[in-house]
């Protein structure tokens, strides 16, 4: 269902940058959805209208619009109707119950930065990465963060992550450090950390990437927007995996430039 969604919102090399032919590819998926969907104020509600298409992942999946043709599927939209409460009767919302069996709860989840901020990874100095990370993730190429090293990052943010495919995603990662340990090795040091001045041109270069596209558009986790408080920063790289591929290569082939080797308990600012 992702990829197929994703591989839609690459179908045309404007389709992402140009709101005129976003707008055009938005138009033919949604009178595909309304050619399925028997009632045209359900198709309404399955429809979203608040961001350009292919900023959020769309759903491809077979047979779930047409799902919402059955006698026995309702659909409730919760942004119109909030849910109000939830009793053993089943969920209160617009004046009614709605009686059930079972509850699934979809709430979103807290992407590419989550997950290692909760671990409480400590850098130099006692800073934390949630700290380092207050106003969004800064990272160099994806890999390294300033302050923390021997610190690296696979697939997270300042990378293709999930825009790619994950499993040659994480090889190549993989493949990269191993590389960049072995010349750690080489070189006698201890530490291998990426330096300030090349996180921050690396979040300048993500941001302006992700500035020339619609992708910033949309009210989606790749921005953090379903979390409260979080941050709102464009966290993928977006320039194409290819082209990261050749990035990261090139760093390495420079002597892994923008990153310093030391000994772990000193750093260049």
């Known amino acids: 269902m992702a990829a197929r969604g994703v591989l839609f919102s690459k179908t045309?090399?404007?389709?992402?940058?140009?709101?005129?032919?976003?707008?055009?590819?938005?138009?033919?998926?949604?009178?595909?959805?309304?050619?399925?969907?028997?009632d045209p104020a359900i198709a309404d509600i399955l429809i979203p209208q608040d961001h350009p298409i292919g900023a959020k992942r769309i759903c491809t999946?077979?047979?779930?619009?047409?799902?919402?043709?059955?006698?026995?599927v309702q659909i409730v939209d919760v942004r119109a109707t909030p849910i109000e409460r939830i009793t053993p009767d089943g969920i209160h919302v617009d004046g009614r119950?709605?009686?059930?069996?079972?509850?699934?709860?979809?709430?979103?989840?807290?992407?590419?930065?989550?997950?290692?901020?909760?671990?409480?990874?400590?850098?130099?100095?006692?800073?934390t990465l949630k700290q380092a990370w207050s106003e969004g993730p800064r990272t160099y190429l994806g890999l390294g963060v300033h302050g923390f090293p021997n610190l690296f990052n696979l697939t997270g943010p300042g990378s293709p992550s999930v825009l790619a495919n994950m499993v040659l995603h994480s090889?190549?990662?993989v493949d990269w450090v191993a590389d960049a340990i072995s010349a750690l090795d080489a070189n006698g040091s201890t530490a291998i950390e990426a330096r300030s001045d090349a996180v921050q041109a690396w979040v300048q270069e993500c941001t302006e990437r992700a500035a020339a596209t619609?992708?910033?558009d949309a009210n989606s986790w790749y921005l953090g927007a379903n979390i409260p408080g979080k941050p709102r920063v464009f966290m993928p790289f977006v320039g194409g995996f290819g082209v990261y591929r050749r990035i990261i290569a090139?760093?390495?082939?420079?002597?892994?430039?923008g990153f310093q080797f030391l000994d772990a308990d000193r750093a260049d600012d």
Not at 30 to 35: G, L, V
Not at 61 to 72: I, V
Not at 111 to 123: F, H, L, P, Q, W
């Open 12 to 38: 045309f090399p404007d389709q992402l940058t140009d709101v005129a032919a976003n707008r055009t590819a938005q138009q033919f998926w949604e009178s595909k959805i309304r050619a399925v969907v028997d």
């Open 61 to 72: 999946d077979d047979n779930y619009f047409q799902a919402f043709n059955r006698s026995n």
């Open 97 to 127: 119950i709605v009686e059930l069996d079972s509850l699934v709860l979809a709430t979103g989840f807290d992407a590419m930065t989550g997950s290692v901020e909760r671990i409480n990874i400590v850098g130099r100095g006692g800073e």
């Open 171 to 173: 090889e190549l990662h």
């Open 214 to 216: 619609l992708m910033p």
């Open 250 to 257: 090139d760093v390495a082939a420079d002597d892994y430039r």
